[in-house]
């Protein structure tokens, strides 16, 4: 009646087994140390630069526990701050001999102190959040005037195709802060750019007059609708925050928190960031995308061997430091580029594969059919810095918004390069408004805090369960601290992050899980009372009880389910954490308790009583 079958058994021994292993990382606490990430969009460091590292540290006669290669950066751990300190100053000046011009991202960092063969196991602690391990966090504004800027930048060139494409002359289009103006000769030929323009741009408000100039120029001046300009001030915001995500993702910061607040306002948090200045380099990291023609007109060869730059152009580097003059003129942004792949061409060489979007495909396609053998450069802008990523020759009309770039490259610069196209531009500038340092000891002292609060609770729980339950409470604790250990160990694998609230979801969680066990065992004890026996009692205690149990904890992951979906920030940490605990409880609760009560008293076959505390029986 009471047995369990062997792989019952089983399941709780590999359950126990795995979140012992997986929630031993946490007891091992952070370490300092030094990460070495990439400055540039088009600096990549490779597993090569462990070597490096390691040498750089051993001519300044410095000892690290390990250095790997992680996501795409080097972190050297070390046994002190003051170690890492020197490292940080010997890898800075080994890697950035420009101190004027970085090419690298050296700053401190905390990593954890496991040993290598949980690291080999893939066994990684929790990440702590911002109040917990410390960190930086930045409060960011959007630059919306240059969003609306950008925007009827790109209506002004859009028009200017379209009314070339219906065949309407004009005197001249040009934008005027955030308008874009365009003149006429005649009446009837602006009626017919009206009725055109109004049909095909939508989200431009069209007012006719008369050109101030004095020339007797009719005109029809554009802006933008206010519910145009609050939807391009939303999209900018939107594109702002996913190309932070991914450009603080591949940097390798653990857990950043990036939201939104406000209308034009993002906060970003960087947990176990140390030196705000670098982590200022991070947030800096970030890159526009523009496409323009390359001018290879005389006076631009002239100006590639010394001379004045003409009008109307720029002068950029190629990667390999070779001078490019660059007409002003933009023809596309980040914001048409939907994909970007590596791959080959027809020749079985590297290339570069683009998807644009239905807009970018349109103005490709006539920009490319008028400039067949001419060459078109993509430029990547960082920290106010423009960068040639490639400037290929264009061999004949593209359509269909993909586009291929090839020659000259190797596979790992074509994946390079759609690495830098496809981590995305900025839709708008940003700037930094408010930053706070949260240090590592506040950090620790909120973990200590909240450990001893959580601690205390556990003991108060065991003391009475044990108290009053006697063996069934001993049980039942147990059990409450396998539910502890699956729940730390579930949540260190799925890398969640834990803050001040998920401490407290987890005190609750205690709490909730200790009401199942209280169930249950009321329930054996109702089961004696009636005069069942003790394994009957046992029995039905359990089948009888699992009911109750099931429907009180879904009705509670439904609560927690709500939190997830609809919360954000402390709100769903809280939610994780607790939705996570109500399931690992029904399995200690229910399902551990249950084969430690069996394996205790199963066996027995002439059981006389059981050890729950006392059975107030009613009075005859």
Not at 208 to 216: E, F, H, L, M, P
Not at 270 to 290: C, F, N, S
Not at 590 to 597: A, I, N, T
Request: hydrophobic content about 45%; overall charge neutral.
């Amino acid at each position: 009646m009471n047995r369990y079958a062997w792989w019952k058994y089983l399941i709780i021994a590999v359950a126990l087994l795995v979140g012992f292993i997986y929630s031993l990382p946490n007891v091992f606490g952070e370490a300092p140390a030094v990460q070495l990430s990439s400055g540039k969009a088009t600096v990549k460091l490779t597993p090569d630069a462990v070597a490096k590292v390691e040498g750089v540290l051993r001519q300044a006669q410095v000892t690290p526990d390990f250095v790997e290669f992680d996501n795409g950066s080097v972190k050297a751990r070390f046994k002190d701050t003051d170690t890492q300190l020197k490292a940080r100053d010997a890898i800075g000046k080994a890697f950035n001999p420009d101190p004027a011009d970085p090419h690298y991202i050296v700053a401190l960092n905390l990593v954890s102190r496991s040993p290598q063969w949980l690291r080999a196991l893939h066994a990684q602690p929790m990440y702590l959040g911002l109040d917990l391990r410390g960190g930086v966090h930045f409060l960011m504004q959007v630059d919306m005037k240059a969003a609306l800027t950008q925007k009827i930048e790109g209506m002004t060139g859009d028009i200017r195709t379209l009314l070339r494409d219906k065949d309407i002359r004009h005197a001249g289009i040009r934008r005027e802060g955030d308008s874009v103006q365009i003149r006429f000769r005649e009446e009837a030929t602006r009626k017919a750019a009206l009725n055109t323009l109004s049909d095909t741009l939508p989200d431009l408000a069209w007012v006719a007059g008369v050109d101030s100039s004095g020339n007797g120029d009719l005109t029809l001046v554009g802006a933008l609708k206010p519910e145009s300009i609050r939807k391009v001030q939303d999209q900018a915001l939107k594109q702002n925050i996913t190309t932070l995500h991914n450009r603080i993702n591949e940097l390798g910061v653990a857990e950043p928190v990036i939201q939104q607040q406000g209308a034009d306002r993002v906060v970003v948090q960087l947990p176990g960031v140390q030196d705000t200045a670098k982590a200022k380099d991070i947030i800096g990291r970030t890159a526009t995308l523009e496409v323009r023609m390359v001018d290879d007109s005389t006076e631009a060869q002239a100006a590639l061997a010394g001379g004045a730059v003409p009008f109307g152009t720029e002068r950029f580097l190629e990667r390999g430091g070779v001078p490019v003059i660059v007409k002003r003129q933009v023809v596309l942004t980040g914001d048409n580029l939907t994909d970007a792949q590596p791959g080959f061409d027809e020749n079985q060489e590297a290339a570069v594969h683009l998807t644009l979007d239905a807009r970018g495909a349109r103005i490709f396609r006539d920009v490319t059919r008028e400039s067949v053998g001419k060459r078109m450069a993509i430029l990547l802008f960082e920290k106010g810095k423009g960068e040639v990523v490639t400037a290929p020759v264009i061999r004949g009309e593209i359509s269909g918004g993909r586009v291929q770039i090839s020659g000259r490259m190797t596979s790992e610069e074509a994946a390079d390069t759609a690495l830098l196209l496809r981590a995305g531009s900025l839709a708008a500038p940003m700037e930094i408004i408010e930053e706070r340092t949260v240090g590592p000891s506040l950090g620790a002292e909120n973990i200590t805090m909240g450990f001893n609060s959580l601690m205390y609770g556990f003991a108060a729980i065991a003391l009475f369960m044990m108290l009053y339950y006697l063996l069934f409470g001993v049980f039942s604790t147990l059990a409450l601290t396998v539910n502890l250990l699956l729940l730390v160990a579930v949540l260190s694998m799925l890398q969640a992050t834990l803050t001040l609230p998920g401490i407290a979801a987890i005190a609750l969680t205690l709490g909730m899980a200790i009401d199942s066990n209280v169930l249950i065992n009321e329930r054996v004890r109702e089961e004696l009372r009636n005069g069942s026996s003790p394994q009957s009692a046992i029995h039905a205690g359990y089948e009888h009880a699992w009911a109750t149990i099931l429907d009180s904890n879904v009705t509670t992951l439904i609560a927690g389910l709500s939190l997830l979906a609809f919360g954000s920030g402390p709100v769903r940490g809280f939610a994780v954490v607790h939705c996570l605990g109500i399931l690992t409880s029904m399995f200690s609760a229910v399902f551990f308790s249950r084969g430690l009560v069996n394996l205790w008293y199963g066996r027995q076959k002439k059981l006389k009583s059981v050890s729950i505390g006392q059975v107030w029986k009613p009075q005859e």
